[in-house]
């Protein structure tokens, strides 16, 4: 087994699921146990790593070549809340065949049901054991980092300029950039590793919100409840039936945009439902947005009282506005894809990415395939062979600039 897979394999066992209800920083102290990890391991190659109050891991290597731009490299810790993470059982397929994968007694994919799958024929690939999430989101990103500052640390003699790291966590609640020292990290652009398939170049991303709504009953003994009782479930699901039907993300693809309720919980005096609103195109976001303070006025005034309660709150926005002036650092990127021997593609990000705040932050920073699939579920998998590609791309990168 390679350093790559077993510092990834490694990453995997430890629990990092960040958490929307706790409103801390980080969200969940557990991050931190992988952030110690990465402290020391970043040590021990020579380098004088630290990890902050807020569970921001930073390191940086030095450059060697005058004149040459400072990179920055970026990936989170943290895993979605969406599926279990704790206990992770990974298991490696040697040379894939495309055939039905039997993840335990219950579960199974294949290519004809996710086409993901026929992107990896012949690699050898991670998969779970269905019960939980893998972790390659983002945890391909932080060992394939990892890997290419042991690189640089073990080549001294290749050049590059001054090379930032980050790992953050709270990306997969929309929170990755929050304390982000931007103070320390001198990078004059970066690369998130956080996309899919090795080669793509992502520089469009979905604006983002989270939306917050709390529904307040009356509750009255079910036997004279008549006319009485508000029922604080049924007002979120009547609250949900308003909302376009075909907004829900499970119709959607490309560039079309959502509203995807995460969460939905209470009893009859109360309820809370989480949503997070997504669109490409600002109108459509705003209109989305919008949408959802229509129904609360409509419903509060069928009620005749505040009966919800509505919060919305921006994440971030279409990182394409910004970096649409500053292509280069997309056109360096497409040229280390194409030394490493891969056709460089660009597609839009169904989803977001610490890079889209960073960069309305001032730090440009587009996003790099990883070689992971399916995230965010417990048909998580990624490709180990394109894993070693993209180790070979962040390296490209950065000495290919070195040369400029």
């Not at 050898?124 to 945890?139: C, H, P, Q």
């Amino acid at each position: 087994m390679n350093r790559l897979v077993e510092r990834f394999l490694r990453y995997t066992k430890v629990d990092t699921q960040s958490s929307h209800e706790t409103h801390t920083h980080p969200s969940t102290e557990k991050q931190k146990n992988l952030s110690r990890i990465l402290v020391e391991e970043l040590k021990a190659i020579g380098l004088d790593a630290f990890m902050d109050d807020y569970g921001y891991t930073y390191a940086k290597i030095e450059g060697n070549q005058k004149g040459a731009p400072a990179i920055g490299l970026i990936a989170h810790v943290d895993t979605s809340p969406d599926a279990p993470g704790e206990n992770v059982n990974p298991r490696i397929i040697k040379n894939y065949d495309g055939s039905r994968i039997e993840l335990n007694d219950k579960l199974s994919m294949a290519p004809a049901e996710y086409p993901s799958l026929s992107k990896v024929i012949g690699d050898d690939i991670i998969v779970t054991d269905g019960n939980t999430l893998l972790g390659a989101d983002d945890k391909c990103g932080v060992a394939e980092i990892m890997e290419v500052a042991e690189y640089f640390q073990s080549h001294p003699d290749v050049k590059h300029g001054d090379i930032y790291i980050c790992f953050t966590p709270d990306e997969e609640i929309g929170e990755g950039a929050d304390h982000f020292n931007y103070d320390w990290f001198k990078a004059d652009f970066a690369y998130t590793a956080d996309g899919d398939e090795v080669g793509g170049i992502e520089f469009e991303n979905f604006n983002a919100a989270s939306a917050d709504v709390n529904f307040i009953g009356k509750s009255i003994h079910p036997g004279s409840a008549k006319a009485k009782m508000v029922n604080a479930l049924h007002l979120a699901m009547e609250f949900h039936s308003m909302l376009p039907t075909f907004k829900n993300p499970a119709y959607t693809e490309g560039y079309e945009g959502f509203n995807h309720l995460t969460g939905l919980k209470g009893e009859v005096e109360h309820a809370h439902a989480h949503y997070i609103i997504r669109n490409h195109d600002m109108k459509k976001f705003t209109e989305q947005k919008t949408e959802f303070e229509t129904i609360m006025n409509y419903m509060n005034q069928k009620y005749g009282y505040q009966a919800v309660q509505l919060t919305i709150k921006d994440s971030y926005f279409n990182m394409y506005e910004i970096i649409k002036d500053h292509m280069h650092v997309i056109d360096l990127a497409k040229k280390a894809v194409e030394n490493v021997g891969i056709t460089p593609f660009f597609k839009a990000i169904r989803g977001g990415t610490d890079g889209a705040r960073l960069t309305y932050e001032g730090l440009i920073c587009p996003n790099i395939g990883t070689g992971g699939y399916q995230f965010h579920g417990r048909m998580e998998f990624c490709s180990i062979n394109q894993m070693e590609k993209a180790v070979k791309i962040f390296i490209e990168i950065i000495t290919l600039a070195a040369k400029k």
